[in-house]
C-alpha cells in the first residue's frame, strides 16, 4: 500500500488539526507515493529502533516523538543524527511521527494510560485550543479508594515501570484522578482545581513537587517513557485493525528495543 494510505490511517485516529502549534506531526521523511509492506511501530526514532526496523526489513515507522523539531543546518553522517538519517534514506525508510495530535486522540495515549490503570468514567482533562471536545489529558475513577502507596504500585506494575515517584502532598484516599502522559507538570494546577486525589505525569522537577504540596493534591510520577510506551501497542492493534477493514496487506510489528532511559542503582 502506499504511504499515504497508512498516513490516513493513523490521522483519522489522531488528525494533525489537533496537535499543539508548536509540535512538527506528520511524514518527516519519505515519500507519500512510496510503496510500504511492513510498519514498525515506536514510541522514539532511534539508532538503535532505526537499525532494529532494517533487520526486520520495516519500510515505515510510526513514532510518537518527531525526530525533528526544527529547521536542520547540517546533516553529519559522522554525528548521531545525520547517520541516522542516512541509514532512514540509505533503506528508503519513511518516518511518520504523531505527537501531541496522538495525546488528544480519542483512543491515544492518554485513553491507553488511563485504562492501563484501570479508570472508569473517563472524561476530558485538558480541553484542546479551538477544539473543546477534545483534551490533553484524562481524569477517571478508580473502581475504589486506595491508598497513595497501593495507586503508586497500582501504576508501578500496569506500565511495567522500574520506578514511580511520588509526592504526598495529604492523607487523602485515593480514588479521583487526573493524568497526562510523557511531561505534564505544567498541569498541576489544574488538576487540583478539578478536585482530583492524585495527579498522575511524568518529568516532575523538585519545583513542581513543591508546587503540589502547596496545592494540596498528591502526585506520581510514572515517568515519561512508561506512561507513553504502552500506546505503541495500541497503535499497532488500531493499524491492524483498520487495515484488514480496508483490505491492506502491510504488516505490522512494534519497537521491542527501546527501554526507559533511566535506571535506579
Known sequence: MKCQAVIDIVEKLAPKRLAEEWDNPGLLVGSPQQEIKKVMVCLDVSLEVVEYAISQQADMLIAHHPMIFRGLKKIRTDLYDGRMLSLLLQHNMAVYAAHTNLDAAKGGVNDVLAAKIGLRDVVSFLPVENYPEESMGRIGMLPEPVTLKAFAQRVKKALNAEFVRV???????????????????????????KGADVYLTGDVKYHDAQRAVQ??????????????????????????????????????????????????I
Open 167 to 193: 509526592v504526598q502532598a495529604n492523607d487523602k484516599m485515593i480514588q479521583k484522578v487526573a493524568l497526562c502522559s510523557g511531561a505534564g507538570a505544567d498541569f498541576i494546577g489544574q488538576a487540583a482545581f
Open 215 to 264: 496545592q494540596n493534591i498528591n502526585l506520581v510520577d510514572g515517568g515519561h517513557f512508561p506512561t507513553e510506551f504502552p500506546v505503541v501497542e495500541a497503535l499497532a492493534a488500531y493499524l491492524r485493525e483498520n487495515m484488514a477493514k480496508a483490505k491492506r496487506p502491510a504488516e505490522i510489528i512494534t519497537d521491542t528495543v527501546s527501554r526507559d532511559f533511566f535506571k535506579v
